[in-house]
């Protein structure tokens, strides 16, 4: 929910998608959510991406929202500093196209198999 911050709009989309999830929203909501992306985050980098779309279907939540710490989280990866560009380009892309109502499921496994690309380079 703090990830979300300034954005009352965005905030209240993820605590209505975590109650739904959760019934009663739990007091460490924020380290739940974002131990669920780094996961779907480490999952797509090893390639496992039907796992990883078990997990954000699981999750029942905003697609653009993990999009945007899968984001954060690449901006300090010092791993992919040679390729940020280009995963910043598929970042800004995905997020466009679920910006203009494209399915966000399909979009978000694009995105996965994209960066699961452009990551298999680096790690081989």
Same mark, same amino acid.
Request: glycine share 4%; net charge neutral.
């Given at each position: ?10 905030? &209240? +989309?993820? !605590?209505?998608? $975590?109650?739904? %999830? ?12 974002? =131990?669920? &992306? +780094?996961? !779907?985050?480490? $999952?797509?980098? %090893? ?12 999750? =029942? ?64």
């Amino acid at each position: 929910v703090s990830k979300c911050y300034p954005s009352i709009r965005d905030m &209240i +989309n993820v !605590i209505q998608l $975590l109650s739904i %999830k959760y019934g009663k929203i739990p007091e460490n909501v924020d380290e739940k959510a974002e =131990g669920d &992306i +780094n996961n !779907i985050y480490y $999952l797509i980098k %090893k390639g496992k991406l039907e796992e990883a779309r078990k997990v954000w279907t699981e999750m =029942g939540i905003d697609l653009r929202f993990v999009l945007k710490v899968i984001f954060n989280l690449i901006l300090v990866d010092q791993t992919y500093s040679q390729i940020k560009k280009d995963l910043i380009t598929l970042i800004a892309e995905t997020d466009y196209r679920m910006a203009v109502h494209a399915d966000q499921d399909i979009t978000f496994f694009w995105f996965a198999v994209k960066l699961r690309e452009l990551v298999r380079n680096i790690n081989g």
